[in-house]
C-alpha cells in the first residue's frame, strides 16, 4: 500500500476537469434531491475564517456532547449488563457492531439533508441512553443489547455527520483544518472516558448517569436545529457556490 501511494498525485490548486460543472443541476432525479437538501457551501472558509463563525462551534458542541453520550454509555452498558447477565464482551461487541450502521446516516442524508439526519442521531443517542434506565428496571437484557446497537449506531453517524454537514458549510478547500478541529471535540470525551478512574466515578450511580446522558443527547439535537450554512438565508434556499474548486478563491 505505501508503493502504491507514492504513485498518487495531489492536483494542482483549484484544479476541476471540464466536466461535469459543479455548479449545474444534476439530471438524475436522486442527485439533484440530493443536492437541493445538502446545496454546497456559498464559498470555501479558511479555518480562520470558520473559526469566527457560531456555527462551527455549534458543530463542535454537538460532536463533544454526542461524544461523550457514547463514551460513557460503551462504558457503562456492562454494568447493566452483568446485572442482567450479559458478559462484557457481548455488550461490547454488540455496540461496536452497531456503529456499521452509521452507513445508514449517509443515505438518510441525501434524502431528507445532513441536518434533519443529524437531529434524528441526536434523538436516537438520546432515547437509547433512557432505554437503558427502562431495560435495567424490566429487566430485559434484549432492550439493552438494542440499546447498545443504537448507541454505537448514532454515535458514529452524528461524527460522520458533522464531519459532512462541515464541509457542506464552510467548502472543502480548508476542509482538512476544519475537520482536524472538529475531531478534537470527539478524541476529548474517548480521552476522559479512557480513564479507568471517571468510568469508576460514573460507575457508581450508573442510573444518573445514563439520565444526563439522555438529557445531553436531547441538547444535542436543540443544537442541531441551529447548524445553517453560513452565508444563506435559509436551508430552503438553494444558493449555487459562486466559486467552485475550478475557480481561484480571491
Request: charged letters at 15%; glycine letters at 12%.
Amino acid at each position: 500500500m505505501a508503493g502504491a501511494g507514492r504513485l498518487l498525485k495531489d492536483p494542482p490548486r483549484n484544479w476541476w476537469p471540464p466536466r461535469p460543472d459543479p455548479r449545474a443541476v444534476p439530471a438524475d432525479p436522486v442527485a439533484r434531491r440530493a443536492r437541493e437538501k445538502n446545496p454546497p457551501a456559498v464559498r470555501h472558509h479558511t479555518l480562520h475564517e470558520a473559526a469566527r463563525n457560531p456555527v462551527l462551534w455549534l458543530m463542535w458542541l454537538c460532536l463533544l456532547g454526542a461524544a461523550g453520550v457514547a463514551v460513557l454509555g460503551i462504558c457503562l452498558l456492562t454494568v447493566y449488563g452483568g446485572q442482567l447477565g450479559l458478559g462484557g464482551p457481548t455488550v461490547w461487541s454488540v455496540t461496536v457492531a452497531g456503529g456499521a450502521g452509521a452507513a445508514a446516516a449517509g443515505a438518510l442524508s441525501d434524502r431528507s439533508g445532513r441536518r434533519t439526519a443529524l437531529i434524528s442521531a441526536c434523538l436516537l443517542l438520546a432515547v437509547a441512553q433512557f432505554g437503558v434506565l427502562g431495560a435495567a428496571r424490566a429487566g430485559s437484557g434484549v432492550l439493552l443489547l438494542g440499546c447498545a446497537t443504537v448507541t454505537g449506531a448514532a454515535g458514529a453517524a452524528v461524527l460522520a455527520l458533522v464531519t459532512a454537514l462541515a464541509t457542506d458549510h464552510f467548502g472543502e478547500n480548508h476542509s482538512a483544518s476544519v475537520h482536524g478541529l472538529l475531531t478534537g471535540a470527539w478524541l476529548l470525551p474517548v480521552a476522559v472516558g479512557s480513564s479507568t478512574r471517571a468510568v469508576a466515578y460514573t460507575a457508581r450511580d450508573p442510573h444518573s448517569a445514563f439520565l444526563l446522558a439522555g438529557c445531553t443527547g436531547l441538547a444535542c439535537a436543540v443544537v442541531a436545529l441551529f447548524l445553517k450554512a453560513p452565508g444563506r438565508l435559509s436551508v430552503r434556499r438553494v444558493v449555487p457556490n459562486p466559486h467552485p474548486l475550478g475557480e481561484e478563491m480571491a
